[in-house]
């Protein structure tokens, strides 16, 4: 014989009237006065995706979601800066400012505009080597007094070269990126960073990025060869370049070298993960880049 | 009726404008090169302690609690300024009688800011805000308002009809200091009014005309006719320039960063606040920090030095993207360009000035995309530029060059757009300037298709190509071991050259690759220098 009283009307739905006078014991139970009903439980809105500029990839992803890390991984000559070149001209054109935090400063500024790049909506950062010069006697409360008599001892000149730098400087220009707020899109081109450099940054960086980015409209995006943000990133994706093709047949060891031209490039794209709510249709897809001069 | 707004001991005032702790304290001014300074003007805590104008530095020393400083004209042309902005927040009709001296015209002003009273009271209290002590008179007439200023301490207020008897107390030396010509006209004056035996101003406005003016002339009946407070006249208006600038000379060079920092603030507080009284913001702000050569003979290696008359100046111009009134943003942002462009040298005198500039008006949308707030995007650029270095952030512009990789990199300004809709379609109506650059764009939208992009190695690497009947076959990098191997497919060259009229001419020829890479190829641009013949990889398409 149940304990709880189940009425006529109540007949069909038992379990909502015997549910109730549960929930009144469990709310009188110290170690359980924390238990949040289900139905009380904050609803998560649903990801909102923004078109990655390339209609093979928004059917194989849905396109980048905003508030989220995204990988892009591949070797050189993958296709991975022509899809890094089409979200930003997606999103400059779209009226939103992108940032472009380039590791290697491997942009090239002609490759952005023939894609389509508002480049007065896009922030460039170069990181690279800086000399690091202090005539001014004192720099900041932290330094300490120098001697005014021994100007030659006052110039530092730390110059730096080597991926560690560069590191250094995405991260740091990262932060402040997304501490200002307001972008569409921040990319992180690590693209030309050696795998074993970009495997030191700490996996609390991407979490602290991932954090920053939460509930904001900035997709983050990151271009790199191998995957490095571990379960942070909410879409990993893996390019590759699988064909090559010329105005004129290609591989011909006759034909003249001038009258071969590079027309388009084949690229295999495959989701390699995905933590959006939206399961993915398929696992991969290919599509094709033009070159600026094709017809 | 009419203000005046007198700054008695006006040179001390400008120094402890900058230095509010002195006003506490007994402060005497010098002027002349030490050690053969006199006393020019001193506060009235000194003068309690018997000091006198005119007393030297050496005589001085029998006082211990003096404080001394040297006269300095450009806090004084600072104080100057920020007395007539006052004036000009309260009244568009200004008189700039003198550096310590401004009369106002409050006809009309009643409805506005209230009765007299309390129009005397806000003068007061604008002053007291802008760190200057000063006297504020009301009267009928300008020139008694200024008497009145100059003779009475604090606010004045005199009823129309009472000037005679409100201004009879004061000393003629008053009226004499206030309208002689010069200091020897006032003295010739005062001695030949103390030989008759005239101390106040009402002996001298009781004084029968006719034989006033025998013996001295029309000069005398102006000067009673001043003395009863019976003149009538307009003002002769004052149309200020728009320059907000404060300086500050220093007594001992500036070394360190924090010091400066805190004068920085109070300057720009000074500047805003000036801004602020009309409604104005700030556009850009300057800068000019005037140096003390080394004493070793070495100037320090700054792009924005100029030398002039022994004196090296350092200035620095921040141009803000849009008009701002914030000193904490001001500060921070000079902060971050000193930091990366210090001086090099200690610090002597500091000049602040800004462009002045109508405040932004902006209304958000509720359906444009997102934007940086521009105060904040700001302070983030220089603490980006801070890290990478000036010219390495920024938004990049093509050159009109056939230049390959001419770029310049500019301060990074976006405009926010109206719509999504129109900036895509301000987009397309453009698209079409550009025959190839506008079909690839079309072609973009129309079928969202990637573009291949290049990716370049700055500098470019240097190679060795091995070639075989003209075309290159083999690929080794010099600085990268792993860019290497035969080349399976070539396409070029292209050929391109330029400004040959220039000391800088190009001429270069373009190569493209494929060499085979783990998994697939890679394709290369290889470039080789006519001029020295030197290969080079220039980058991957990717």
Redesign the interface.
Known sequence: MSAFPVSTAAQGRPFIGAAEPLLKKLGSVPKLARVTPASRLEARPATEMVSSGIAALDGLTGGWPRGCLSEICGPASSGRTSVLLAALARSTQNGEVCALVDAGDALDPASAESAGVDLEKLLWVRCGKTVLRSQFPVLSSRGKQMDLCNLDGLEIAAERQGWELRLEQVLRVTDLLLQSNGFGIIVLDLGDIPVRNARQIPLASWFRFRRAIERTPTVLLVVEQHPIAGSCSSVLIKVSGKKLSAVSSQLSGNRPTHTELLDEVEIMAELLRSRLERKPVQSATSFRSHALWAG | MFACIFIPDFPVEAIIRFEPELRARCVVVLTGRPPMGKVVALNEKARQTGVEIGATRAQLEAWEELVLRTRSQAQEDSAHAALLDCAQSFSPEIEDTAPNTVLLNLAGLEPLFGPVSKIARDLAHGMSKIELEANVAIAQNPDAALLAARGFSGVTLIAAGHEAERLGDLPVDVLLESFASDTGEAARWLETFDRWGIRKLRALASLPEVPLSERLGQQGIRLQKLARGATVRTLRVFEPPLVFAECVELEYPI????PLAFLLNRMLEQVCARLGARALAAQELQLQLELEP???G?T???SAVERQCNHVRFTRTLRLPVPMLDVKMFLKLLQLD??AN?????IVKIHVSAEPARPRATQSGLF??????PE??EL??A??AG???EG???????LDTHRE?A?E?RH?A????E??KS??RT?DENVYNND??SR??Q???E????????????PPLRAVITMHEG?PVHLRCLQRVDIKGEI??????WRSSGDWSEQEGWSREE??V?VP???????YRLVQDKLNAKWFVE????
């Not at chain 2, 390495?392 to 093509?398: A, I, K, N, P």
């Open positions: 070394v360190l960063l924090e080394c004493a070793h070495r320090p290696d700054a000193m930091q210090p001086p090099g040298a200690p444009l995309p997102p934007f940086p707030e904040k995007l983030t650029l603490r980006i890290i990478v270095g390495r952030v920024g938004s990049v512009e093509l990789g770029f990199v990074f976006p405009v926010e757009s719509t999504r900036a895509k987009k190839s650059v690839i764009e072609n973009a939208q079928k969202m298709s990637a573009a291949i992009a290049l990716r370049l190695f700055r075309k399976v497919w070539t396409a070029g060259p190569w493209d494929a890479a783990e998994r697939g190829f890679v394709l980058g991957t398409y990717d």
